[in-house]
């Protein structure tokens, strides 16, 4: 089954930004700067945290994709 565009850059930036957010997330931890025990044990598919964090990625990916989009029409083919 081929992707369209769209699909492909959608899910480009939500693997892209769910990575950001767990490596920042991760760092700030490291550094003492948090502590996530309770977010951990909270933190599942279905969770209101969970819930959360998808909807900030997708509000994220709604304002992104038509910036990336527009890079991709406008770039020269090889």
Do not use: W
Request: overall charge negative; cysteine-free.
């Amino acid at each position: 089954m081929n992707q369209s565009a769209e699909d492909k850059i959608v899910s480009s930036l939500v693997g892209i930004l769910a990575d950001g957010f767990n490596r920042s997330l991760n760092a700030l931890e490291k550094a003492g700067a948090i502590d996530t025990t309770v977010l951990r044990s909270n933190y599942k598919p279905g969770s209101e945290y969970y819930a959360l964090v998808t909807a900030a990625l997708e509000q994220t990916v709604s304002y992104a994709r038509p910036g990336i989009r527009k890079i991709i029409e406008e770039s020269p083919t090889a």
